[in-house]
T-cell receptor, first 117, second 116 residues
Framework: DAGVIQSPRHEVTEMGQEVTLRCKPISGHNSLFWYRQTMMRGLELLIYFNNNVPIDDSGMPEDRFSAKMPNASFSTLKIQPSEPRDSAVYFC???????????????FGPGTRLTVL | AQTVTQSQPEMSVQEAETVTLSCTYDTSESNYYLFWYKQPPSRQMILVIRQEAYKQQNATENRFSVNFQKAAKSFSLKISDSQLGDTAMYFCAFMKLGGGADGLTFGKGTHLIIQP
């Protein structure tokens, strides 16, 4: 199994630029999560999809952030325009949930380290 | 909303010793899971152990075990016979069940250092 794939692994950009982070979940998984990790705030859930539908985006910090899941094998997290305070490690995770409120282990990708200068 | 608190930012022990990491949480939910995740320097998130809130028996996974005190909302991780490879950040996490988002709520983490 390839696991959850994230790209790029590292991204350095300048303030004001658009940034797109990509995630390919494990094949067969139907839930996908985006998390952000910073020293100040730790690990935070940004948004969660179930069967490609956004379920809860209350963790998305502001309108500059948007996430999409056009199909079961791909998701993007976009920041436009980016700011230095967006510098963080962004994780994507996926799981298979046979029912909406069931539990199955979330498998994390390797993360994307974003630096906004 | 739920919160997870880890009060030990950093701990250091000698190899082969036993170490306990603390975690407390606050929730009004009755059905939930608790987890400990390990994050080594590679930054990969690795599930160490999980506990279902409805189970009274504490979960164990080889050298890792938990002390789950539901009434006190406490969930500590014990690592026995610690090894150098256990050096990592450890995160306590909460997930509610029964509708709504199934995302994880994490504590701020404990940096565990195993000294040779």
């Amino acid at each position: 199994d390839a696991g959850v794939i994230q790209s790029p692994r590292h991204e350095v950009t300048e303030m004001g630029q658009e940034v797109t982070l990509r995630c390919k979940p494990i094949s067969g998984h139907n839930s996908l999560f985006w998390y952000r990790q910073t020293m100040m705030r730790g690990l935070e859930l940004l948004i969660y999809f179930n069967n490609n539908v956004p379920i809860d985006d209350s963790g998305m910090p502001e309108d500059r952030f948007s996430a999409k899941m056009p199909n079961a094998s791909f998701s993007t997290l976009k920041i436009q325009p980016s700011e230095p305070r967006d510098s963080a490690v962004y994780f994507c995770a996926s799981s298979f949930n046979p029912r909406p409120s069931g539990y199955n282990e979330q498998f994390f990708g390797p993360g994307t380290r974003l630096t906004v200068l | 909303a739920q919160t997870v608190t880890q009060s030990q930012p950093e701990m250091s022990v000698q190899e082969a010793e036993t170490v306990t990491l603390s975690c407390t949480y606050d929730t009004s939910e009755s059905n939930y899971y608790l987890f400990w995740y390990k994050q080594p320097p590679s930054r990969q998130m690795i599930l160490v152990i999980r506990q279902e809130a409805y189970k009274q028996q504490n979960a164990t996974e080889n050298r890792f075990s938990v002390n789950f005190q539901k009434a006190a909302k406490s969930f500590s991780l014990k690592i026995s016979d610690s090894q150098l490879g256990d050096t990592a950040m450890y995160f306590c996490a909460f997930m509610k069940l029964g509708g709504g988002a199934d995302g994880l709520t994490f504590g701020k983490g404990t940096h565990l250092i195993i000294q040779p």
